[in-house]
């Protein structure tokens, strides 16, 4: 159970680029990061293209003024000159700029923690994985859902047989936000949809990701051979993007799995779901109840585990943070995949390899297999929904 204390030497002198004020996701980032206040310290931000209004948000998050800077490249300027300079930088900014933001921290000699989806293509990735390797750096991204505790029951379920033979892998995300034009839309709805600025996919960049990601981790023996991919723009002004999408893959063991994203599924509040199903049993859990996983054996009453219980894996207990008696919810999450990060960073400065070749936290690895799969999701939706050879 995780209870707090410091699992690495001092907190990391951190730092954010975005995620200022009028942005949707800071506020996640800074509360996985301070939570435990033991692995980060945050003394620094470069928050908003309208510098004033983000020095104004800065100063009133308790940063001294003076480390509050205009933009990505004035702090790592600042920050470099300075003996108790920043030594971990999140970017949460918008998509096409996370290549460029990532590859100027690192050249810095600054581990970067970015938002998903990581960059445009796999060869970005590629590059920015040999730049981290050169420089001794780390790369988180964060894929805040996955430190859930009972995401990590099932992995461990999966990884002992309980299930059986994976043979059926069901993946939704959906919400309605975005089921009316964009006429007077916000610039985070905005950005997201113009190919400039959000890459060659909106939802499934978006939120697929997330899905794939979290499946990823329950069923990491499993590999796709191919897939095929029907998107649509319901709203036209959103095309060639997409606000809907259905994948199918075939997996290399035999089994199948069906993937369905979308924002125009109105009235729906936002909710994700997960099922794998084995030839014993089925497990399923959802954002929505994610104290709860349903665990269905064939032939036997359906279950509902809990999380906490000590009837669970210690994959699983070991993750926890409230208690089977308490709720946790996604701010727990997001703090177990900052943890995670940071003790990756500790054990890279130290020079412990072998605590990196166990350790788990979404890293450079992670985001290029999410790159990867929209890019093929886009090769076959452009080839007309036809199946492709995963590549």
């Known amino acids: 159970m995780i209870n707090g204390e410091r699992t ?53 998050l308790g940063l001294d003024a003076e480390r509050l800077y205009p933009d990505y490249k004035g702090l790592i300027a600042a920050e470099a000159k300075r003996e108790d300079g920043v030594e971990a930088v999140t970017v949460a900014t918008p998509n096409f700029t996370h290549f460029e933001i990532t590859k100027a921290c690192l050249e810095a000699g600054l581990h970067v923690i970015c938002e998903k989806p990581l960059f445009f293509t796999v060869a970005e990735c590629e590059e920015v994985a040999a730049l981290a390797e050169k420089k001794g750096l780390i790369v988180g991204v964060t894929y805040g859902f996955t430190g859930h505790p009972l995401v990590h029951q099932m992995a461990a379920m999966v990884a002992k047989g309980v299930l059986g033979e994976i043979r059926i892998v069901d993946l939704q995300y959906s919400h309605g936000f975005n089921a009316g034009d964009d006429v007077g839309a916000p610039e985070a709805v905005k950005w997201r949809t113009n190919p400039a600025t959000a890459g060659a ?48 893959m075939h997996y290399d063991n035999g089994a199948r799995g069906r993937l369905w994203v979308s924002s125009v599924d109105a009235g729906n509040m936002g909710s994700q779901r997960y099922r794998f199903v084995g030839s014993k049993a089925s497990v399923e859990w959802s954002d929505s109840h994610p104290d709860q996983l349903l665990y269905d054996v064939q032939g036997e009453p359906n279950s509902i585990l809990h999380h906490g219980m000590p009837y669970l894996e210690e994959e699983s207990l070991a993750f926890d943070r409230m208690g089977a008696l308490h709720t946790e919810g996604l701010g727990d999450s997001w703090s177990n995949i900052y943890l995670w990060i940071a003790q990756a960073i500790d054990a890279k400065r130290r020079g412990n390899d072998a605590f990196l070749k166990t350790h788990h936290y979404p890293g450079i690895k992670a985001g290029t297999e999410g790159v990867r799969w929209l890019e093929n999701c886009v090769r076959s939706a452009d080839a007309g929904s036809a199946w492709v050879d995963f590549q």
């Open 8 to 60: 690495i030497s001092r907190p990391l002198r951190w730092g954010m680029v975005g995620g200022g004020r009028t942005g949707q996701v800071g506020y996640k980032h800074r509360t996985g990061a301070l939570r435990d206040n033991t692995a980060y310290k945050m003394v620094c931000g470069a928050f908003d293209l309208d510098f004033e209004r983000g020095k104004d948000f800065g100063v009133k």
């Open 201 to 248: 996919t909106f939802v499934l960049g978006d939120i697929g990701t997330h899905l794939y990601y979290l499946s990823e981790i329950v069923l990491p023996h499993l590999k796709i051979e191919k897939l095929l991919c029907d998107r649509k723009a319901f709203i036209p002004s959103r095309a060639p993007l997409e606000d809907h999408a259905t994948v199918l």
